[in-house]
């Protein structure tokens, strides 16, 4: 796993909005808890180009004559350079089947979405009118901030929330962003074990969460146990019913160590690995393995990771009013968290409550394997059940039986 330490933002000559994160080192897996690591693999994205009007190479002395007058006319008026706003990845969410009739009319109203990261800036205008529960466990800061040193927090919040330009996939969800994860001063996002599980506890108990979201994660190998604070908290999560999405890790290629990151190999916990343009599994989303640590088989539908979404040159919010690309199982996570903000909005009844057991996470789950169903056997260790179809998934969920 190459280090992180020589990633820098680099504004696009051809457009200063977005930024690329250059990484002359293949993005891979490491040792410690990172939101850009097992989350956050960035590329360099396409340059937009800017139409600052064509060269016309005549002979003719007069029509020359006559389109540089034109010309000048024009660069007077204003309207000789044209300002193209941003890209956007809208394949992406296409792809996720985010156009699927189904969901029409859905933006994940009266869902409450918890995010573990490295915080939020609101100061991008894709925020405006957004109001969120900000919870800071870095320092001490009454309003939202992003402590990452890639703006990594607000990257993932982008995906869910933005309000303009590239909408988010559930721009009505009730958001809560805890910051846990900084810069540790030489460019990683990182946090310890026990803060992570803290900020999973705030995320049940204080700001009681439907979802929570986790685009960061740690090894399950030497030096954590797979019953840490953070997988124990995630196990308190689900058993009473609140949905955990969480980054399987971009440790893929020839270093995967065949497992994928803590917390989603929690068992009902969803591990989701990243997809490509078209829908082939991205080269270093992380392997998963049905032979957990202790010796004991996975079982449907918890066979790790369960689903891949789109993780390839994702487009979303940056500082300001920049706009970021990256790639990795981060995005992926996102567009999971979002699919399944619509599906409580339309199946209220799935969302935790005093009496619930876990076992509607069971069923959606279960839903969520049947609608992405795309192997001989029905789960592969790299792609798990196939990739995430947002749409049939809700369909799905409306067919199965009624769980408490």
Request: aromatic share 6%; no cysteine.
């Given at each position: 796993m190459g280090s992180l330490d020589s990633v820098e933002l680099l504004p696009e000559p051809d457009d200063s909005r977005i930024l690329s994160a250059i990484d002359p080192s293949a993005v891979g897996f490491q040792d410690e808890w990172r939101a850009e690591v097992t989350g956050w693999a960035p590329v360099m994205p396409q340059p937009i180009k800017r139409v600052r009007g064509r060269r016309f190479l005549v002979t003719n002395?007069?029509?020359?004559?006559?389109?540089a007058v034109l010309m000048l006319w024009i660069w007077?008026?204003?309207y000789f350079l044209?300002?193209?706003p941003p890209p956007k990845s809208d394949w992406a969410a296409e792809q996720a089947g985010f156009s699927d009739p189904s969901l029409d009319g859905l933006t994940g109203e009266g869902v409450r979405v918890c995010m573990v990261d490295t915080g939020i800036d609101l100061t991008n205008s894709a925020f405006n009118g957004v109001d969120i529960t900000f919870k800071d466990m870095?320092?001490?800061?009454?309003?939202?901030?992003d402590y990452g040193s890639l703006a990594h927090g607000?990257?993932?919040a982008g995906l869910l929330i933005a309000q303009s330009h590239q909408v988010g996939m559930s721009p009505n969800i009730q958001l809560g962003m805890v910051a846990a994860l900084g810069d540790d001063g030489t460019g990683k996002n990182t946090a310890d074990e026990t803060s992570v599980s803290q900020a999973i506890d705030w995320c049940i108990d204080t700001f009681s969460a439907d979802i929570i979201s986790l685009s960061l994660g740690g090894t399950q190998g030497n030096g954590m146990s797979r019953e840490g604070p953070s997988a124990s908290v995630t196990r308190r999560a689900?058993?009473?019913?609140?949905?955990?999405?969480?980054?399987a890790g971009n440790d893929g290629g020839t270093d995967d160590d065949g497992r994928v990151s803590v917390p989603s190999n929690v068992a009902r916990a969803i591990s989701v690995g990243a997809s490509t343009k078209g829908g082939e599994v991205w080269s270093n989303s992380s392997l998963g393995t049905q032979t957990k640590l202790n010796g004991e088989q996975r079982s449907n539908p918890n066979l790790k990771p369960e689903i891949i979404a789109p993780g390839e040159s994702i487009i979303s919010t940056g500082r300001g009013d920049r706009w970021y690309s990256s790639s990795g199982t981060s995005d992926a996570t996102v567009f999971?968290?979002?699919?399944?903000a619509l599906i409580l909005e339309d199946q209220p009844n799935l969302k935790p409550n005093a009496n619930s057991n876990g076992s509607c996470i069971d069923t959606v789950k279960n839903a969520l394997r049947l609608s992405a169903q795309s192997t001989a056997d029905g789960h592969s260790d790299k792609t798990g059940y196939g990739e995430l179809n947002a749409g049939k998934w809700l369909l799905t969920v409306r067919t199965m039986p009624t769980c408490q």
């Open positions: 002395g007069i029509l020359f004559s006559i389109l007077q008026s204003g044209i300002d193209l870095i320092g001490d800061s009454g309003t939202p901030v607000t990257l993932m689900v058993d009473m019913g609140i949905f955990v999405v969480a980054a999971v968290t979002a699919a399944l």
